[in-house]
T-cell receptor, first 117, second 112 residues
Framework: GAGVSQSPSNKVTEKGKDVELRCDPISGHTALYWYRQSLGQGLEFLIYFQGNSAPDKSGLPSDRFSAERTGGSVSTLTIQRTQQEDSAVYLC???????????????FGPGTRLTVT | QKEVEQNSGPLSVPEGAIASLNCTYSDRGSQSFFWYRQYSGKSPELIMSIYSNGDKEDGRFTAQLNKASQYVSLLIRDSQPSDSATYLCAVNKRSGYSTLTFGKGTMLLVSP
């Protein structure tokens, strides 16, 4: 079946502009996760959704970052007043329902490469 | 102490050899363990999951877990140049939904 999809694949924006990144999880996956990966760095957790609620927002680096998920499906990560240090690949992942017995297996989308000039 | 530690490498092995990738974790209560493969410029791809002590085999891949030693490893038999990638170890601290904590990865280079 279809995997996790993300859009846009690439985004170049000017410092100070707002950007929205979209994630469409695998159908039937109830949990959704956002990470970012800077060049040559490891994965940095940002936020996790279970359904439409976000029980763990601990990784959001500042109040310029926010995310929402509607209808238990698509999620949008918004970065306001972008800064050059926001440049990174933003990755979305989703995972099976708790009842599947495999709730922690996360499947990643292709990512959005954000460049702030 | 980092929560999930991996040697950054690169680990260089010749084609056909066994590649051994190692990972240690700090939280003794960790429940689930995963190996992801990440090719340069691509997103991580789940290749193995292991939940209980011992070995789990899937094709050329074997994951090994030792909770007493807080150690998880990935063996790749008959390594191929196409296995050249960064391998990420990930650990889930509790059952149910939770974030994964990732190591920074080990780069594997398989030479023809």
């Amino acid at each position: 079946g279809a995997g996790v999809s993300q859009s846009p694949s690439n985004k170049v924006t000017e410092k100070g502009k707002d950007v929205e990144l979209r994630c469409d999880p695998i159908s039937g996956h109830t949990a959704l996760y956002w990470y970012r990966q800077s060049l040559g760095q490891g994965l940095e957790f940002l936020i996790y959704f279970q359904g439409n609620s976000a029980p763990d927002k601990s990784g959001l680096p500042s109040d310029r970052f926010s995310a929402e998920r509607t209808g238990g499906s698509v999620s949008t990560l918004t970065i306001q007043r972008t800064q050059q240090e926001d440049s990174a690949v933003y990755l979305c992942a989703s995972s099976f329902p708790l009842t599947s017995g495999r709730p922690n297996e996360q499947y990643f989308g292709p990512g959005t490469r954000l460049t702030v000039t | 102490q980092k929560e999930v530690e991996q040697n950054s490498g690169p680990l260089s092995v010749p084609e056909g050899a066994i590649a051994s990738l190692n990972c240690t974790y700090s939280d003794r209560g960790s429940q689930s363990f995963f190996w992801y493969r990440q090719y340069s410029g691509k997103s991580p791809e789940l290749i193995m999951s292991i939940y209980s002590n011992g070995d789990k085999e899937d094709g050329r891949f074997t994951a090994q877990l030792n909770k007493a030693s807080q150690y998880v490893s990935l063996l790749i038999r008959d390594s191929q140049p196409s296995d050249s990638a960064t391998y990420l170890c990930a650990v889930n601290k509790r059952s149910g939904y939770s974030t994964l904590t990732f190591g920074k990865g080990t780069m594997l280079l398989v030479s023809p």
